[in-house]
């Protein structure tokens, strides 16, 4: 018998950039943490949860975690979406921190236990010109990652998703201010350049370390065909995000004249958004991140979906995941034979003091820690000298000005 909830509060910080941070408080005083994180839609959220979600929790049974996950789900007419799924996923969250410290074991424990001892991570090196983009590739291998995300920049462009000219991490965090920063982007140029660059990579680098690449929604069916196609020789680990999400049948074309590993769903919310591209096995790897689809709960039944139509999962992780979300998904990851990767970006120092963790990565891999429940604090007190302030990331327009996708 646990006892039951008596608050449940929101709190918004921006330690070098927004969180939003779900705190559950039981009667006999255990606290769990669940992140509530949207990019660039982060109040939304939390007034979703302060309003709507808050004092539903009250006098409810922490133990009960299925039961409210649907209770929230379908107890609400407006189903589905980012800001609906990040909210239930910051309560199922942290229901499960509660249940692991209530009984005094890791999460991964309560999910069946672990099926492996570590779990790979990848993190991202970025490089304007491709020679330093290489550079950028070997010093991330020295610091010991065995997988690496390639990104570079194309010519004629100032700016690339993910690739700042000047050097560094390109949008991570999203820039300060009211409204985005609009920039011009091209897909034929870089269509006509990621091939030799990737190429030039793997060349140097040798078969063994494993590289992955993102296209951030920006082909058409046909473009990510022939991107697939031109990279098979580079043996990607996946290539990620080729085409927007919506028109999922436009993925068979792409598979039809491709055999490079195929990533998508860091943007979808539910099994229902993912159900298709499994079930037809139109990808490889399933994206989805625990904070943006319902939480542990909900992700796990989608990963276990997957798993019966060889699809493996390695969820998103970029720096405005918090290390609450990063921590619930190693648990995940722990006990989900189909688990292949996670991706990891690494965050502030900052970022780390305000979320004490018990994870930790070692020599290329990722372990979620035997603290009880998810294993991240909340520094409430240091939280609250870095207020929220407006960041967004920057959108995308053609070289005739319309928008495209970001
Ligand atoms: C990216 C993200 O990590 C990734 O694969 O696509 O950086 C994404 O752009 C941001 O999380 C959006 O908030
Ligand atoms: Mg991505």
């Given at each position: 018998m646990t006892d039951k909830i008596i608050a449940a509060d929101v709190i918004v910080c921006s330690p070098t950039r927004n969180f939003v941070t779900l705190k559950v408080t039981t009667a006999d005083g255990v606290v769990g943490y669940g992140d509530a994180t949207l990019n660039g839609r982060e109040l939304s959220v939390a007034s979703y949860l302060r309003d709507h979600v808050a004092p539903l929790l009250i006098?409810?049974?922490?133990?009960r975690i299925e039961d409210t996950w649907q209770y929230l789900y379908r107890g609400v007419y407006w189903r589905r979406g980012p800001v609906t799924m990040a909210a239930i996923g910051a309560v199922d969250v942290a229901l499960w921190d509660i249940k692991g410290k209530t009984v005094g074991q890791p999460v991964y424990q309560l999910l069946g236990g672990a099926v492996r001892d570590r779990i790979l991570a990848y993190t991202h090196a970025t490089g304007w010109e491709t020679a330093e983009l290489i550079d950028q590739v070997v010093a991330t291998r020295e610091r010991g990652f065995l997988a690496i995300r390639a990104q570079a920049g194309v010519p004629g462009l100032d700016n690339v998703y993910g690739v700042h000219k000047g050097g560094g991490e390109g949008y991570e965090p999203a820039g300060r201010g009211v409204a985005p920063v609009e920039e011009v982007w091209d897909t034929d140029a870089y269509i006509r350049h990621i091939p030799g660059v990737l190429e030039q990579v793997r060349e140097h680098v040798g078969p063994e370390l494993k590289l992955l690449h993102d296209a951030h929604h920006r082909l058409t069916p046909q473009q990510a065909a022939r991107l697939g196609k031109a990279l098979e020789d580079v043996d990607l680990f996946w290539l990620e995000d080729v085409t927007p999400a919506e028109n999922q049948d436009v993925l068979r074309l792409v598979r039809n004249h491709t055999t490079t590993p195929l990533a998508i769903g860091e943007v979808f919310n539910t099994i229902w958004d993912a159900q298709h591209l499994i079930t037809e096995q139109l990808i490889d790897f399933i994206r989805v991140a625990i904070v943006h689809a319902g939480g542990i709960s909900h992700v796990r039944k989608l990963f276990a979906l997957a798993e019966v139509y060889q699809v493996r999962c390695g969820p998103h992780g970029p720096s405005d995941v918090s290390p609450i979300s990063l921590g619930a998904g190693l648990h995940l990851g722990m006990a989900t034979p189909n688990f292949a990767i996670q991706e990891y970006m690494g965050y502030d120092p900052l970022v780390s003091e305000v979320f004490p963790h018990a994870w930790s990565f070692d020599s290329g891999y990722l372990t979620p820690g035997d603290a009880p429940g998810v294993g991240v604090g909340f520094d409430e007190v240091l939280a609250a000298r870095y207020p929220y302030e407006p960041a967004y990331l920057p959108v995308a327009r053609r070289l005739d000005g319309t928008m495209t996708d970001w």
């Open positions: 006098g409810r049974d922490p133990a």
